[in-house]
């Protein structure tokens, strides 16, 4: 299968391996931006050893979509997600969707951990 097609808003970043086995725990740290050694990595391994990830391809919404969202947007994304070019997501929502708040995470990779006060502070936001 094509690991290379585009995914919702952003496309997966060309030229990385494919993600085959989450359940390793250098891939699990890789993806999260944590040390091996840190215990969060431990339980993503144990998870993703059973988890059986969506294998259909993810709807990609057009740029007049995107534009037509007419309630406030948070997007955080990491700069180091092997899944997603978080840069061209980024980007792409800034340049069509002005009023997202749009975060690059530096250091994070696909799973974004410990983000509870940025999210309940643009939930409490006006």
Known sequence: RDRTADHGTCRRRRGTEPVRAIGSTPIAARMTGLAPD???VDEITATFGIFRPRTERLPVFDDAALA??????LALV???DLM???ADTATR???VLPTARVQVLPGVGHAILGQTDTVL???RSP
């Open 38 to 40: 840190n215990p969060v």
């Open 68 to 73: 037509g969202i007419d309630v406030p947007v």
């Open 78 to 80: 990491g700069d180091r």
């Open 84 to 86: 997603f070019d978080s």
């Open 93 to 95: 929502l800034g340049r």
């Open 121 to 123: 502070g643009f939930l």
